[in-house]
């Protein structure tokens, strides 16, 4: 078995989560939002996932389970939320929902 | 007969409680105001029979009613004690007081608060008992506090003038100002002495402080203080013209017979400590001396009758501590007494004037009374006479006394009895102007006495005789200043000068104001003589100086500080809070994904801060 360095697997997680991170914070299309926030997730997975396989441990693996049973969790709610804003708005930019400013 | 003595001020006071709280028809309310006044006057005479029947060395009587308070070392109880000295200003109040209760019948029968008066009335005299009857100081100063209270609240009686308001404040915190003083001194006695029992206290001063030592000193004067602004005297005088803006029998009750000698009997009551600070009682003597001097000369050229009347108060209070500073204290009480006699006299007779004149005051307006109101007149006279201290009438026997006294006096008493004579002159020059002013001379007016009732007549009658001959009444009063010296009587010149002075007063009034009238308007024309005139018609312009010195510089602090500098450091804390609200809220843009990357911000910060700690400490 080629073993990949721990660096490695960390260092692409980092890029994976800075990548999904930039993308939340600058698509104004929700539906990319959505899909940037999947990619965070799979950062922090692949994280749990290298721990675990570094210290041969199981712990990683069952909360990348975990964290793949909370995004689906989020994006049942997220997508749901999504028809709403679009069938009120008619659109999907994020920035049109800002009736909560102070 | 003696435990009935504290039915003597609970009487009035139930008086007080019935007026005030239920609110009855006024023939009721005249009767409950009267009534309970008269039955403690009634009780009064019978206690003062039986105790005057007892041997003059078992003439006290304590009545323990309950405990007050008690605090650590401290008691007080509240009980009261009966000497002679006590005896005698029960009397007063109680008598006095009586015939002012039946006169005020008929004198505020149009008014419509005609309750609420006799129930000041009787709250007043209960608060006067519980003052002269208290056992401990602290007892007295409840009832010092209570006269007070009532001064304030029968001066601005008819509230609905502002004047009259303003009057009430005046008295109230002039008098408070010496209230203070002597509270001060309550605490000073008790830290030093551990006891405000009035007889205890004066043992206890005697045995464990020497005389002229500095504490003793400064009791006394504190105590003088108060004493100072409850009889009206210099500096504390300014209250007492002004206070007769209230009904006249309140001028006659309160401000002339009974709550202005306050004072007096508070310096006869502990004069054993005052006899220990030989300062302060020259202190008394020079202030009564100035003051009897200045308020008649004040009294000489005012056009109001009851000012008059109240300048001359203040000079007569002035002749009774001229009496207790030369150590004269029987003479003191004994002038107290006669001045209760005929200036509650003459200030119920200038009240009757005052009500056929239909409430006109300006003695200038007057004139020719004599055969319009005889009553009036007769009274006038009878109590100017008492006053100007003519022979055989009660004045005369009292301030012959206390001028006797004055003359053999160690300390310049020579200088002190000359002043006092010369008030004696003046007192004789005012008290005829008022009489020859209002009564002779030209006939100005229309009035006549049909609106005057027996109520009125009759108190004025009782006190004329009273007046007359009040001086023949013996205060026994020698076992309560043991002390004190026997009194001497004025020989050769000195007598003869003391007599002719009032005399030669009336004389001078007679030629001035019914003789001569051109000769006064033609000293009142000429430029020094309107100056003077000007200069004592305000009282010494002592108003204008307190007006300049102490309210003009507070009412600029106050105006200084309308917007409360103190608060201004909150107001600034509010306003950061405030800063800091709006900043907070500005950031509430309502944009998701300003807040994620404030999350992610923040993160980054936290988890900076502990990379960097981590370095930096471990």
Known sequence: MISIPVEHGLLLATILFCLGLLGVLVRRNIIFVLMSMEIMFNAVGLAFITGGSRWQQADGQVMFMLVLTLAAAEVAVGLALVLQLYKKFKTVDIDVVSDMKG | ?618
């Not at chain 2, 209270?149 to 502002?162: A, R, T, V």
């Not at chain 2, 045995?207 to 203080?225: F, M, R, V």
């Open chain 2, 1 to 618: 007969m003696l435990n009935l003595l504290w039915l003597v001020p609970t009487f009035p006071l139930a008086g007080f409680l019935l007026l005030a709280l239920c609110g009855l028809p006024k023939r009721l309310a005249a009767w409950v105001g009267v009534g309970s006044v008269g039955i403690a006057a009634l009780l009064t005479l019978g206690i003062a029979v039986e105790f005057l029947g007892m041997p003059a060395s078992e003439q006290v009587f304590r009545q323990t009613l309950w405990q007050w308070m008690s605090s650590g070392d401290f008691t007080a109880t509240f009980a009261l004690y009966l000497d002679p000295l006590a005896l005698v200003m029960m009397c007063i109040i109680t008598g006095i007081g009586f015939l002012i209760h039946l006169y005020s019948v008929g004198y505020m029968d149009e008014d419509p608060a005609f309750s609420r008066f006799f129930a000041y009335m009787n709250l007043f005299v209960a608060a006067m008992l519980v003052l002269v009857l208290g056992d401990n100081l602290v007892l007295l100063y409840l009832g010092w506090e209570g006269v007070g209270l009532c001064s304030y609240l029968l001066i601005g009686f008819w509230y609905d003038s502002p004047e009259n308001g303003y009057a009430a404040r005046k008295a109230f915190i002039v008098t408070r100002i010496g209230d203070t003083s002597m509270a001060i001194g309550l605490f000073l006695l008790f830290m030093h002495l551990g006891t405000l029992d009035i007889q205890q206290l004066m043992q206890s001063a005697g045995d464990n402080w020497a005389q002229g030592s500095l504490l003793p000193t400064l009791a006394a004067a504190l105590l003088l203080g108060g004493a100072l602004g409850k009889s009206a005297q210099l500096p504390l005088q300014t209250w007492l013209p002004d206070a007769m803006a209230g009904p006249t029998p309140i001028s006659a009750l309160i401000h002339a017979a009974t709550m202005v000698t306050a004072g007096v009997y508070l310096i006869a009551r502990t004069h054993e400590l005052f006899m220990l600070a030989p300062e302060v009682l020259f202190v008394v003597a020079v202030i009564g001396v100035l003051t009897l001097l200045i308020s008649g000369f004040t009294a000489l050229v005012q056009t109001d009758i009851k000012r008059i009347l109240a300048f001359s108060t203040m000079s007569q209070l002035g002749y009774m501590f001229l009496a207790l500073g030369v150590g004269a204290w029987s003479a003191a009480i004994f002038h107290l007494m006669t001045h209760a006699f005929f200036k509650a006299l003459l200030f119920l007779a200038s009240g009757a004037v005052i009500i056929c004149m239909h409430h006109e005051q300006d003695i200038f307006k007057m004139g020719g009374l004599r055969k319009r109101l005889p009553v009036s007149f007769w009274s006038f006279v009878i109590g100017g006479l008492a006053l100007a201290a003519l022979p055989l009438t009660s004045g005369y026997y009292s301030k012959h006394e206390i001028l006797g006294a004055t003359h053999v006096f160690a300390r310049s008493g020579d200088t002190l009895w000359a002043v006092a004579v010369l008030g004696a002159l003046i007192t004789g020059i005012y008290t005829s102007r008022l009489i020859f002013v209002v009564f002779f001379g030209a006939d100005k007016t229309h009035a006549d006495e049909s609106s005057i009732g027996l109520n009125i007549k009759l108190p004025l009658i009782i006190l004329c005789v009273l007046s007359l001959f009040g001086g023949l009444i013996h205060v026994p009063l020698d076992r309560v200043f043991p002390l004190q010296q026997v009194l001497p009587h004025l020989a050769g010149t000195a007598n003869a000068l003391t007599i002719a002075a009032p005399f030669v007063g009336i004389l001078i009034a007679y030629l001035f104001f019914y003789g001569k009238p051109e000769l006064s308007e033609k000293v009142a024309a000429n430029s020094l003589g309107k100056m003077l005139q000007r200069f004592w018609f305000s009282g010494w312009g002592f108003d204008w100086l307190y007006q300049k010195l102490l309210v003009n510089p507070l009412m600029w602090l106050v105006r200084a500080n309308k917007k409360d500098v103190v608060d201004s450091f909150y107001h600034l804390i509010a306003w950061l809070i405030r800063l800091l609200h709006r900043l907070l809220s500005m950031s509430q843009t309502g944009r998701v994904q300003w807040y994620a990357a404030g999350i992610a911000l923040g993160v980054v910060v936290i988890v900076g801060l502990g990379v960097w700690r981590q370095h930096l400490w471990f």
